[in-house]
C-alpha cells in the first residue's frame, strides 16, 4: 500500500496564501494521476485539482483563479498552491493518487482513487 504524505496546511487570514506540498511514492513511475481533496466541516469531500504524468492539470471551478497544481521537477512532490484564499477554504485537505491502470483522475471521483494521505488542516480566518 503506498501512503501519501501531505504538509504545508496551517491558518492564515483571508486574502492570505498557502502552499501545501505532498509526497508521492513512486510517481514518476507507478503513478498515472494525483489530485488534491479537501473537506469541510460538517460537508463530504470534494475535488480541488487533478495533475497527470504528463504534467498537465484540471482545476476545480470553485478554486479556478487561485489555486494551483503542480509537481516537482524530476522528484515525487505535487503541491497546491493557495493564494487569495477564503473562508470557505478551510477544511482537511488531502493529496491522492491512482496508479497505472487504474481510472482517471479527471472527474476526480473519490472511490477512483487508490492512494491517500492523512490530510493537512487549512484554516482561513480573520
Known amino acids: 500500500q503506498v501512503q501519501l504524505a501531505e504538509s504545508g496546511g496551517g491558518s492564515v487570514h483571508p486574502g492570505g496564501s498557502l502552499r501545501l506540498s505532498c509526497e508521492v511514492p513512486?510517481?514518476?513511475?507507478?503513478?498515472?494521476?494525483a489530485a488534491w481533496f479537501r473537506q469541510a466541516p460538517g460537508k463530504s469531500r470534494e475535488g480541488v485539482a487533478a495533475i497527470y504524468h504528463n504534467g498537465g492539470t484540471d482545476v476545480a471551478r470553485a478554486v479556478e483563479g487561485r489555486f494551483t497544481v503542480s509537481q516537482d521537477t524530476g522528484g515525487n512532490t505535487i503541491y497546491l498552491q493557495m493564494n487569495s484564499l477564503k473562508s470557505e477554504d478551510t477544511g482537511m485537505y488531502y493529496c491522492a493518487a491512482i496508479p497505472w491502470g487504474g481510472e482517471s483522475c479527471y472527474n476526480l471521483r473519490e472511490r477512483e482513487f487508490n492512494y491517500w494521505g492523512q490530510g493537512t488542516q487549512v484554516t482561513v480566518a480573520s
Open positions: 513512486g510517481y514518476r513511475v507507478s503513478i498515472k494521476c
